[in-house]
């Protein structure tokens, strides 16, 4: 069955750390791979996507993502974590014919400390 | 930068009652799409939409529920007899096309039915 994990519901980092979400996939082909991000009120913003080529993959915000065939695995990455990045977060796969049916984690709540 | 809007961006209506959910997509986009998150869970697709017809559709989406393009601009959803359990954010997202770009998403309308 196709899905996506995201072991982490809840993450506390502190302004200044470096963060990792992590995102495993389980899905019969290679996926195009997303990441998306919902602040309290908002809708879902796109950090990023990962379609094909580089596996390392630059998004807004500073954010980047590395793709890992063999882990099936689509971390998301940022080096120095801003309070502003507080935020729910979703890592989402989508088939490559079809990218606006998507299938998501369930998501990652990331906590800023001072 | 041109978004993806939604109206009412909260509605609550008494069990039994339809309800339409509203969605302005990006005005150069084909393919427009629905998605749901009850509170604490993932956020599922619903039903995609093109070229004035359901192209794809969850078990989610029964006969209860319907979609339509009336103008040129406007995607609507309906919810024919609400229940309880249809409490949850409603998501819009539109894209370009299917393959090869992302879906962009709306602000999300939250529902809930008392």
């Known amino acids: 069955a196709q899905s996506v994990t995201q072991p982490d519901i809840h993450i506390t980092v502190s302004e200044g750390a470096s963060l990792e979400l992590r995102c495993n996939y389980s899905?019969?082909?290679?996926?195009?791979l997303f990441w998306y991000v919902q602040s309290p009120g908002q809708g879902l913003q796109l950090l990023l996507k990962y379609f094909s080529g580089d596996t390392l993959v630059q998004g807004i915000k500073g954010f980047e993502a590395e793709f890992k065939r063999s882990q099936s695995s689509f971390n998301l990455r940022k080096p120095s974590v801003h309070w502003s990045d507080a935020a729910e977060y979703f890592c989402a796969v989508g088939p490559p014919s079809n990218t606006g049916k998507l299938i998501f984690g369930q998501g990652t709540t990331l906590q800023v400390k001072p | 930068e041109p978004e993806v809007t939604q109206t009412p961006s909260h509605q609550v209506t008494q069990m039994g009652q339809e309800v339409i959910l509203r969605c302005v997509p990006i005005?150069?986009?084909?393919?427009f799409y629905w998605y749901r998150q009850i509170l604490g869970q993932k956020v599922e697709f619903l039903v995609s939409f093109y070229n004035n017809e359901i192209s794809e559709k969850s078990e989610i989406f029964d006969d209860q529920f319907s979609v339509e393009r009336p103008d040129g601009s406007n995607f609507t959803l309906k919810i024919r007899s609400t229940k309880l359990e249809d409490s949850a954010m409603y998501f819009c997202?539109?894209?370009?096309?299917?393959?090869?770009?992302?879906?962009?998403f709306g602000q999300g309308t939250r529902l809930t039915v008392v």
């Open positions: 899905y019969g082909a290679t996926p195009y």
């Open positions: 997202a539109s894209s370009v096309r299917t393959g090869g770009t992302e879906a962009f």
């Open positions: 005005s150069n986009h084909l393919y």
